[in-house]
């Protein structure tokens, strides 16, 4: 039975695939079934069903960059670029 939330934590040193199906089937129920306890679904609303592919994949990916500590990911907005206060001035 799947999580009935989401709660995705890396555990360290393990390997992670990121797999991801085509937007208008999503990846076959075989693999699902044979994976189930290792697999994600973002959740969404009752009215949308799923993210757009591109948009999945970049929020996993970040999230994935952000739990491993990813030395050169910006927590805050770069002083060089507009700073990390500039909403404030």
Same mark, same amino acid.
């Given at each position: 039975?799947?999580? %009935?939330?989401? @709660?995705?934590? /890396?555990?360290?040193?393990?390997?992670?695939?990121?797999?991801?199906?085509?937007? #208008?089937?999503?990846?076959?129920?075989?693999?699902l079934? %044979?994976?189930? @306890?290792?697999? /994600?679904?973002?959740?969404?609303?009752?009215?949308?069903?799923?993210?757009?592919? #591109?948009?999945?994949?970049?929020?996993?990916?970040?999230e994935?960059?952000?739990?491993?500590?990813?030395?050169?990911?910006?927590?805050?907005?770069?002083?060089?670029?507009?700073?990390?206060?500039?909403?404030?001035?």
């Amino acid at each position: 039975k799947p999580p %009935d939330k989401m @709660d995705f934590k /890396l555990q360290e040193n393990r390997e992670i695939y990121l797999i991801f199906g085509s937007e #208008s089937s999503g990846i076959p129920k075989k693999i699902l079934r %044979d994976h189930l @306890d290792n697999c /994600l679904r973002l959740p969404m609303t009752e009215v949308v069903r799923s993210l757009n592919l #591109s948009n999945t994949v970049a929020v996993l990916a970040y999230e994935v960059l952000r739990q491993q500590d990813y030395q050169g990911l910006y927590k805050h907005e770069p002083e060089s670029l507009k700073g990390k206060d500039w909403l404030l001035k």
